[in-house]
């Protein structure tokens, strides 16, 4: 037990250690797993080139560093880059401390933030800076709100939170930032879908004949069901969707193919539209249209 706590403490003084050497290359986040063989440390951050340096010099002295001070074993450093730098909290509210020491009115870079964050593709997000903001005043706390965003209950764990300081003469500032990301799909949402045949008569744009030689076809393959209103994952509509966008499309196609095919006379003759000369099979028509091309 004192091992697993004391394993526990070491790796918190590592990521310490790594977000405070590293600070000019904006650490988001460290991930350090012990192997039998060596200790692996992840890092993710908005300048990667700073972490690694010229020819891999500063990662290597990292390591070095890690391993005379803290005691990790073997430690090796793997740097990766934000992938959506706009919708990381630490990000933005190193923007915001950027700004606000910079002499940007809180407001002013709040409004820019939240602005910059629902550009992104956010689903909500919520940024607060709370301190004294100019010399002479009394502390304030200023708060912006964009979109949907939850502030109690289990589903407050889909929410990314950040939390950082800008330093000013008269005192600090402090700053937080969360951001509901566009993938998270909260438990109590209620999501009104359309049913599957109504979706793809929008985006396929069948005749009527067409449509209802569809909705035969579902009824024949025994999943009427999936053509109604019924209730069903977000999975299993979309795969219902795009089975049935199948099923349109071939019967488009079929009504294509059955337009194209000439259609004899009352006298069982197929006559040609050009010079009116008649024949009594199709295959004879076929071959003398050539004639006029």
């Known amino acids: 037990e004192r091992k697993f706590i004391k394993e526990a403490i070491?790796?918190?003084k590592a990521?310490?250690?790594?977000?405070?050497?590293?600070?000019?290359?904006g650490i988001i986040d460290v991930d350090i797993q012990r192997t039998t063989l060596n200790t692996r440390i992840n890092v993710i951050a908005e300048r990667p080139g700073l972490v690694i340096g010229r020819k891999g010099g500063s990662i290597k002295e990292l390591s070095d560093a890690m391993e005379r001070d803290?005691?990790?074993e073997n430690p090796q450093i793997e740097v990766a880059d934000v992938a959506r730098p706009n919708l990381e909290p630490a990000v933005i509210a190193r923007m915001i401390k950027r700004m606000i020491e910079k002499g940007v009115k809180p407001k002013k870079a709040l409004k820019a933030a939240a602005f910059k964050v629902m550009g992104a593709g956010a689903q909500g997000t919520e940024i607060t800076v709370d301190g004294t903001q100019s010399k002479g005043m009394r502390?304030?706390?200023?708060r912006i709100q964009v979109g949907y965003i939850k502030k109690s209950g289990d589903s407050v764990k889909f929410i990314k939170e950040a939390r950082d300081q800008a330093l000013q003469k008269q005192g600090i500032i402090?700053?937080?930032v969360r951001i509901v990301p566009p993938e998270v799909v909260f438990p109590d949402k209620i999501i009104i879908r359309k049913p599957v045949l109504a979706e793809i008569a929008e985006e396929t744009e069948p005749s009527a004949g067409e449509k209802k030689a569809?909705?035969?076809?579902v009824l024949e393959g025994g999943v009427a069901e999936l053509a109604g209103d019924v209730k069903t994952t977000p999975e299993e509509h979309e795969t219902a969707k795009e089975a049935l966008k199948t099923v349109v499309e071939d019967v488009k196609k079929e009504a294509k193919e059955d337009a194209k095919k000439e259609k004899p006379r009352e006298d069982g003759t197929f006559k040609c539209d050009e010079c009116g000369r008649t024949f009594t099979s199709e295959r004879g028509l076929k071959a003398h249209v050539r004639i006029h091309k």
């Not at 990521?15 to 290359?25: G, H, M, Q, R, V």
């Not at 502390?139 to 200023?142: A, G, H, I, P």
């Open 70 to 72: 803290l005691g990790i």
């Open 139 to 142: 502390s304030r706390k200023d």
């Open 15 to 25: 990521k310490d250690y790594i977000k405070k050497t590293l600070e000019k290359a």
């Open 214 to 217: 569809a909705e035969n076809v």
């Open 10 to 12: 070491k790796r918190v």
């Open 174 to 176: 402090g700053i937080t």
